[in-house]
């Protein structure tokens, strides 16, 4: 397992919180900021990467199983049940030697008048061992002990394509006289198995305006996949039961799930006027299932649905056409209203970016986005056009800086970063005192969205680029102080390192030795610490070389570094991290014989 400065961080900001609420402290000393940024990832966590993983042991009570036999034995009901249980548990959690036992599940199985709870456990841990074997046995454990132990049986025999019900499963179907359960894993089953026989019967449950819209909708599905080609008269003749009804159009489509005639075609393009999301999502899906192209030239009619699995399809099949003209249409979806479907289209577009006839058409189009004024589109491509290392979209990045939504702000200090053109420091640097001031009047705290990580990131490049202008700021997020947020002052104390490396200075090295000494009662943010050992390896500072090795010995990774960094040093290996798996209701006593 390991530690990696992120869950670090969110272990502390969990403390901070509790004590805010116990003490009564400004409610500003929130550690994260609010929202997510994932993509947007400081440079500097790498530089060095602290996180060092350990092997993971996994242990188990010796004679687990045998002591299981054992109780096996007893043939009590209630001990039989919960061993039974317990060895699913244990074969998926790799308990060595559970299979040993399969043959007493076999023979116990076999006994008539069986408790229906150890018939199910019996079934079920069957199942979990792939027992592909016992078909015959899990079904007339299924037969005799009913819907408990059918729940289970039946549809692992159909994952496993398995026959050994078929004969049942269609007898059930034609009866018509069993409960929509039974029905349902009776369709499944057969459609698993390719049961040509089941077709028609199939059908006739579609057909069926008694049965619930859900078995409907079951056996739909199945027969589509069934049947590949030939199900257009059905599916019009579904529509024609009720063509007002959204239900039965999905239907429909569901039986043409594996269909892609013309016929097929005209019927999901025919879908896509009628009014519910729903079905056009449906539609469309097949439609790209079929060929993208279909839906890419759908492009003026789709791009403003209010559904985001149309929308996403569409984005798709833009991507998918890699023509240029498709590059400037799927640049308006950098400001769609989903993130996850605008953060889609970014990444489409930076991978097809690659695509030389394609790059300069998706710069010129991501530019345009970028000098436009929705805040989504805003963000995205500034992301892009980092990613890409746009330089010319520079300016642009520092005019967002001051963006009011923190999205953008974010966006804008990461893409800087990536850029790295020395002329734009100086307004960063303006922007960055101008975040401190705001801390310092009151007008903005830690908990705003994405404040913390955007200082953080302008610290990123002001270390990366040795900006000694910037020093005496990031001198002032060094003392202690839980209301500036914490990614922020680890990328101070970062960039100090960075702009004094080889060269120490004296003052700057006290303050960060007490930073990471500062482990009392209430101590400093773990992270911090960590980075003050980095920055003090990285000067090379001598004086602080007792402290580095104390603090290396007690496992802080970042003074660990240091000590390496300066004498050469080898970092003691992490221990394996040995977890006993110890929750058993049943388990052998420490230091027992098996």
Not at 114 to 121: G, S, V
Not at 464 to 475: K, N, V
Request: proline content about 5%; charged content about 20%.
């Amino acid at each position: 397992m390991h530690m990696s400065l992120q869950m670090n961080r969110i272990i502390h900001c969990t403390l901070i919180a509790a004590a805010t609420l116990v003490l009564g402290n400004n409610p500003t000393q929130g550690q994260k900021p609010y929202g997510n940024f994932e993509e947007y990832e400081l440079d500097l966590l790498k530089r060095p990467n602290l996180v060092w993983e350990s092997e993971q042991q996994i242990l188990f009570h010796e004679g687990l199983v045998q002591l299981w036999a054992r109780a096996l034995e007893r043939d009590e009901a209630q001990l039989t049940r919960l061993v039974v249980d317990s060895l699913a548990i244990a074969h998926t959690r790799g308990v060595p030697d559970t299979l040993t036992l399969k043959p007493t599940l076999l023979e116990l199985a076999s006994r008539d008048n069986l408790d229906p709870q150890i018939a199910a456990a019996i079934a079920n841990t069957l199942v979990t061992f792939e027992a592909k074997d016992q078909g015959e046995l899990l079904a007339t454990l299924s037969e005799d002990y009913g819907p408990l132990v059918a729940g289970i049986v039946e549809p692992a025999l159909a994952n496993w394509q398995v026959d050994t019900l078929k004969s049942r499963w269609l007898e059930r179907l034609e009866d018509g006289v069993a409960g929509e359960t039974a029905i349902s894993f009776a369709i499944k089953g057969l459609a698993a198995i390719g049961c040509d026989e089941a077709i028609e019967p199939i059908q006739a449950v579609v057909l069926d305006e008694k049965l619930s819209p859900s078995i409907r909708l079951v056996a739909a599905q199945q027969l589509g996949a069934l049947e590949q080609t030939g199900l257009n008269p059905l599916a019009q003749r579904v529509v024609s039961l009720n063509a007002d009804s959204t239900f039965h159009r999905l239907l429909a489509i569901e039986i043409l799930g594996q269909h892609s005639s013309d016929a097929a075609i005209e019927f999901f393009t025919n879908c896509l006027t009628i009014d519910s999301n729903a079905v056009q999502a449906e539609a469309v899906r097949n439609l790209y299932r079929i060929k993208p192209s279909l839906v890419e030239q759908l492009y003026q009619q789709l791009r403003q649905s209010k559904d985001a699995n149309v929308r996403g399809h569409l984005i798709n099949a833009l991507a998918d056409s890699r023509s240029a003209e498709r590059m400037v249409e799927l640049c308006f979806f950098l400001n769609d209203v989903n993130p996850t479907l605008r953060r889609d289209a970014a990444s489409h577009l930076i991978e097809l970016a690659e695509v030389p006839d394609l790059k300069s058409t998706i710069i010129d189009s991501v530019v345009q986005i970028q000098a436009k004024e929705q805040w989504q589109g805003c963000e995205q491509a500034s992301f892009v056009l980092g990613t890409l290392k746009h330089l010319p979209s520079g300016s642009r990045m520092v005019e967002l800086l001051g963006h009011p939504r923190g999205d953008v702000k974010v966006a804008a200090a990461w893409g800087l970063n990536e850029l790295r053109m020395p002329e734009h420091l100086p307004a960063m640097l303006e922007h960055a005192q101008s975040i401190w001031d705001g801390f310092q009047s009151g007008q903005l705290n830690a908990m705003m969205r994405g404040i913390t990580l955007h200082q953080a990131l302008l610290f990123n490049a002001f270390g990366d680029q040795l900006y000694a202008p910037a020093e005496p700021l990031l001198m002032a997020y060094v003392p202690k102080n839980f209301n500036i947020g914490v990614d922020a002052r680890v990328a101070a104390v970062w960039a100090l390192g960075m702009i004094h490396e080889d060269d120490p200075v004296e003052s700057l090295v006290a303050d960060l030795v007490a930073r990471m000494e500062d482990n009392g009662q209430f101590p400093e943010i773990e992270d911090v610490r960590n980075m003050s050992g980095v920055s003090l390896g990285r000067m090379r500072a001598e004086s602080a070389l007792d402290s580095i090795e104390r603090f290396a010995g007690e496992g802080l990774t970042g003074s660990q570094w240091a000590l390496q960094r300066m004498t050469g040093k080898e970092p003691a290996k992490p221990r394996p991290n040995r977890v006993l798996i110890d929750d058993w209701f049943l388990a052998p006593a420490p230091g027992s014989a098996p």
